[in-house]
Every structure is written in C-alpha cells, then in structure tokens.
C-alpha cells in the first residue's frame, strides 16, 4: 500500500510539473497599434519608438503593399508611418507618413529625429520634430551614392555627440544573393552642436565588410558556417530556400563602462558594435569595435581577447535574429530584446509548417534578458510568443519609459501571409522592469 501511494504521489508531482512547464508567464501586456486591411497583400516592417516629452511615446513602422495608398486622412505620402500617443500606449493618433525604409527615432536636446534611407538601398535621410512629433521637416539627404542597409536599432549619447550603426555595402559583387557577407557596419557619429540636419554634421567610420574582414572558409572548432555556403556563393537547403555565406547585419552600438572589464578603454574613445550573426547557428552575435582617433577619424577592426586571438563571435541570446541593446544607467545593466529558438538542430526537411527559411529562423518568441557586461546574460522573461508560427513577434525596439521599458514588435496573427511578413504592430510594457533582476 506504501508504495502504491508513493507511486501515486510521484505520478501527482509530474503531472503538476509538466503542467506547470506548459503555461508562460508573460512580463508585459500586449496591444495591437495597427493592423493591416488586406495581410495577404499588405505587410508591417520596422518598428521603431522614443520617449519624448511630457510622457508622450512616439512611434514609426513602414507599410509595404497597396495600403500605402489608401490611409484615410493621409499627411504625406510614402511608407513610413509616424503615430504618437499621450495616454501610455492606451491609444495612438496618426501624424504622418515618410518615403524613408528602415528608419529609426530618436531624440536630442528635446528634437525628435527620423533617420532611413532612400527606397531599397538608397542614401541617408534624416528629418526632424520640433514640437514632439506633431509635424516634421522636409528630409535631408546625408549622403550621395551610397548603398545603405539598417534596421531600428539603438541610438546612444556621449556629450554633444550621438552615436548609431548603419550597414554600408561598398563591395557589391553577390548581386543576386543576400549580401550580409558584404554588409558594412558603420559607426555614425552626429555633432548634435553642429546640426543633424546637415551632412557636415556626421562622420562615418572607415568601412570594414564581413568578406574582407574574416576568411570563411578557416574557420573551425565552431560548426560556422553551419551550412555549406561560402563567399561569394549561396546554397539550396530545399526549394526556395537558399543560404547565402555568412556576414553580418542589423548592428549595436555600446560602451563599455566598467574599468574591470577586459575591454574597457579609459580614454572613452572605443564603441563595441553587436550584430547579427548570420551563420546557421544560434545564440551568437557577431562582434567588432570603433575607435575614434585623435584626428577626429574613426577606424573600425575586430576585438582581440588576451590570448591575442581574433574575436568574432561572442554569446548572445537570439543572436541569429535582429535584436535591441539598451544600457540603463540607474541599473547598470545592459538590457537585450531578442529572438528565441527553440529548435534550430531540425533537419531542414522536418521544419514546422509555415518556418520561413533556414532552422535558425524561428520568430514567433520574443524575450529579454540583462547582463553587466554583454557576455553573460540572464533571462527576465517572456515578452510575448504569437499563437503560430507563422505569427511572430520579432524585430522589435524598445525605450525606457521612467521605471517600464515601453516595446514595439513587428508581429503578425493567424491572418499573417507568413513568419517574415507580419501583418500587426503590436505594443508591450513591461513594468517595473528593474525589478527583474536577480
């Protein structure tokens, strides 16, 4: 009988485990912004917030397809959309709309500022707000036959400067294949006392592309890449499935603030740029610094670690997708929204139905963690995960907002075309957020 009721027991404890295991506990509350009218024509890229005055939240995304034309009340004309809200995030007023891709917000000395590129690939743009988003300058060019790449990524200040990371492609031979293997990350310095609406105002760093910085072909130990495709040729996985060769994109930009840390410079003139890693592989980011140098110039190479081997690659959870980096000056800490897998070792062939590319490309689980020095990181939470997996909740920004962080995803719901090609914007708070760390 003792063992009966033992064995009774022990059955009892699993059961209320697994059950346990089953339900997520979300840190934030989420909220559709927007939805598109038609998902299967019409698609959601890009979204990007900032805090601005008075507790006002100011938010961007783009719309692709024929809804570009048909907003009701429509101020402007282009993708880019600009709302604002002054309840929280409870409700969102349109403004006005931009023909800017891949655009960020942010802000300085109490101006709002919009910064993308011409169309696919175009040059820079930057337009501002004076009156906290409620109406906005006409664009100015930055720079003149550039190719540019980017995505909403964070923008810090230092000073009377600010600082950001766009991709540059001054290669552009791998013409019909995603050329991350190209991709530049540049880091941008703006002199916010000269102007950001004018071109003198900025510095680009010198360019560095993955293809000339890293021979793909000598690495080893590490599974990268994870498929087999090197510069400059791409490989089919199954139909309509390519790898392109492994680069680098979407990029962060921090500082290193703690004289303990190995890459810690004292004189404050080095920024370590995060990327995504595109490698076929997970959790890990892609790395490189900038140094600015006495001539005002700023040179871009890789880390070193003290065994005086190259760093490229460092740990990150869901480095593999597009993620934001924020750093909290009251924590401390360095605060990380990405994208978690959750299955990236299934055979190509054996994907979920509705995975869009490669095993690495899971969307749908959005998470945070923090971390005191970009290397070791802790979970805070599940942020949100969409009800298929087609229906994402990825390429998301995020802002301190007082004591909440304040986050924008590009998402979709069961309507969604697929994983890549959301059809909502969605809002999420995650309150008290400090009191997430342990």
Same mark, same amino acid.
Request: glycine content about 6%; aromatic content about 10%.
């Given at each position: 009988?003792?063992?009966?009721?033992?064995?009774?027991?022990?059955?009892?404890?699993?059961?209320?485990? /697994?059950?346990?295991?089953?339900?997520?506990?979300?840190?934030?509350?989420?909220?559709?912004?927007?939805?598109?009218?038609?998902?299967?024509?019409?698609?959601?890229?890009?979204?990007?917030?900032?805090?601005?005055?008075?507790?006002?939240?100011?938010?961007?995304?783009?719309?692709?397809?024929?809804?570009?034309?048909? +907003?009701?009340?429509?101020?402007?004309?282009?993708?880019?959309?600009?709302?604002?809200?002054?309840?929280?995030?409870?409700?969102?007023?349109?403004?006005?709309?931009?023909? $800017?891709?891949?655009?960020?917000?942010?802000?300085?000395?109490?101006?709002?500022?919009?910064?993308?590129?011409?169309?696919?690939?175009?040059?820079?743009?930057?337009?501002?707000?004076?009156?906290?988003?409620?109406?906005?300058?006409?664009?100015?060019?930055?720079?003149?036959?550039?190719?540019?790449?980017? /995505?909403? #990524?964070?923008?810090? !200040?230092?000073?009377?400067?600010?600082?950001?990371?766009?991709?540059?492609?001054?290669?552009?031979?791998?013409?019909?294949?995603?050329?991350?293997?190209?991709?530049?990350?540049? =880091?941008?310095?703006?002199?916010?006392?000269?102007?950001?609406?004018?071109?003198?105002?900025?510095?680009?760093?010198?360019? +560095?592309?993955?293809?000339?910085?890293?021979?793909?072909?000598?690495?080893?130990?590490?599974?990268?890449?994870?498929?087999?495709?090197?510069?400059? %040729?791409?490989?089919? =996985?199954?139909?309509?499935?390519?790898?392109?060769?492994?680069?680098?994109?979407?990029?962060?930009?921090?500082?290193?603030?703690?004289?303990?840390?190995?890459?810690?410079?004292?004189?404050?003139?080095?920024? #370590?740029?995060? /990327?995504?890693?595109?490698?076929?592989?997970?959790?890990?980011?892609? @790395?490189?610094?900038?140094?600015?140098?006495?001539?005002?110039?700023?040179?871009? $190479? +890789?880390?070193?670690?003290?065994?005086?081997?190259?760093?490229?690659?460092?740990?990150?959870?869901?480095?593999?997708? %597009?993620?934001?980096?924020?750093?909290?000056?009251?924590?401390?800490?360095?605060?990380?929204?990405?994208?978690?897998?959750?299955?990236?070792?299934?055979?190509?062939? @054996?994907?979920?139905?509705? !995975?869009?590319?490669?095993?690495?490309?899971?969307?749908?689980?959005?998470?945070? #963690?923090?971390?005191?020095?970009?290397?070791?990181?802790?979970?805070?939470?599940?942020?949100?995960?969409?009800?298929?997996?087609?229906?994402?909740?990825?390429?998301?920004?995020?802002?301190?907002?007082?004591?909440?962080?304040?986050? =924008?995803?590009?998402?979709?719901?069961?309507?969604?075309?697929?994983? #890549?090609?959301?059809?909502?914007?969605?809002?999420?708070?995650? %309150?008290?957020?400090?009191?997430?760390?342990?």
């Amino acid at each position: 009988m003792r063992t009966v009721r033992h064995t009774i027991f022990f059955l009892t404890c699993l059961l209320l485990i /697994s059950s346990s295991q089953a339900e997520v506990s979300f840190i934030a509350n989420e909220s559709v912004v927007y939805r598109c009218q038609s998902p299967q024509e019409n698609c959601l890229y890009n979204p990007t917030i900032v805090a601005g005055r008075n507790n006002r939240l100011i938010i961007g995304f783009e719309i692709s397809g024929p809804e570009t034309s048909d +907003l009701v009340n429509k101020i402007g004309s282009g993708k880019n959309r600009i709302y604002v809200s002054d309840d929280d995030g409870a409700s969102w007023q349109y403004r006005t709309n931009f023909e $800017m891709m891949q655009e960020r917000l942010f802000a300085a000395d109490g101006v709002i500022y919009l910064i993308g590129h011409v169309g696919h690939r175009g040059d820079l743009l930057i337009i501002q707000s004076r009156d906290n988003g409620d109406t906005w300058s006409a664009p100015v060019q930055l720079t003149t036959g550039q190719l540019w790449h980017s /995505s909403a #990524h964070n923008v810090i !200040r230092k000073g009377r400067y600010v600082y950001m990371v766009m991709e540059r492609n001054d290669v552009n031979e791998m013409k019909k294949t995603w050329d991350v293997s190209e991709m530049t990350p540049a =880091l941008m310095r703006g002199d916010i006392s000269r102007g950001l609406m004018s071109p003198e105002a900025w510095t680009f760093a010198d360019p +560095l592309p993955f293809c000339q910085a890293v021979e793909d072909k000598d690495m080893e130990y590490f599974g990268v890449p994870f498929f087999d495709a090197y510069y400059p %040729k791409k490989t089919l =996985l199954k139909p309509h499935c390519g790898f392109p060769p492994v680069g680098w994109l979407e990029s962060n930009v921090v500082q290193i603030s703690d004289p303990k840390h190995y890459w810690y410079d004292p004189n404050g003139k080095t920024f #370590h740029i995060f /990327s995504r890693a595109h490698t076929g592989r997970t959790n890990l980011a892609a @790395m490189l610094k900038a140094v600015e140098q006495p001539d005002g110039t700023i040179k871009t $190479m +890789l880390e070193t670690a003290p065994s005086g081997k190259k760093l490229v690659y460092v740990p990150l959870p869901g480095g593999q997708m %597009k993620f934001y980096v924020l750093y909290d000056e009251t924590s401390k800490m360095y605060w990380l929204l990405s994208t978690q897998s959750t299955d990236s070792m299934t055979r190509v062939e @054996m994907l979920p139905e509705g !995975r869009y590319g490669a095993p690495d490309n899971e969307r749908r689980r959005l998470q945070l #963690h923090f971390s005191r020095n970009m290397v070791d990181w802790c979970f805070a939470g599940m942020v949100a995960i969409g009800p298929s997996e087609k229906s994402s909740r990825h390429y998301a920004s995020m802002e301190i907002d007082d004591d909440d962080l304040v986050i =924008l995803s590009r998402s979709g719901d069961l309507n969604a075309r697929d994983a #890549h090609n959301g059809n909502i914007i969605t809002f999420h708070r995650v %309150k008290n957020f400090r009191n997430l760390i342990y």
